[in-house]
Nanobody
Framework: QVQLVESGGGKVQAGDSLRLTCEAS????????MGWFRQAPGKERDFVAD????????NYADSVKGRFTISRDNAKNTVYLQMNSLKPEDTAVYYC????????????WGQGTQVTVSS
């Protein structure tokens, strides 16, 4: 079973940048799609971005397109989310997740990292 640990969250002001890191251990993620999700207080968890195992396919939620960039380093078993031009509405707990190559569902999740953006 893979363990996922997110880091890099924090409190910033609108317009600032943050880079989130998701480190995997216990199993390689090199053959898995990796995704970032977020959950704001009182709301459901929403999709943010995902990246195919080889980086060949990347998807973003409309709300983050042009501001966020997902990337991965399979040699380091790590996935990143670069967040630029942050807005107060980006405030949420951010989670990374793993989806196996043959699966439609994300089956492993990290504990999350808090991102707070003030205006």
């Amino acid at each position: 079973q893979v363990q996922l640990v997110e880091s890099g969250g924090g409190k910033v002001q609108a317009g600032d940048s943050l880079r989130l890191t998701c480190e995997a251990s216990g199993h390689t993620i090199s053959t898995s799609t990796m995704g970032w999700f977020r959950q704001a207080p009182g709301k459901e968890r929403d999709f943010v971005a995902d990246i195919a195992w080889n980086g060949g396919f990347i998807n973003y939620a409309d709300s983050v397109k042009g501001r966020f960039t997902i990337s991965r380093d399979n040699a380091k078993n790590t996935v990143y989310l670069q967040m630029n031009s942050l807005k107060p509405e980006d405030t949420a707990v951010y989670y990374c997740a793993r989806r196996r190559l043959s699966s439609r569902d994300y089956d492993s999740w990290g504990q999350g990292t808090q991102v707070t953006v003030s205006s």
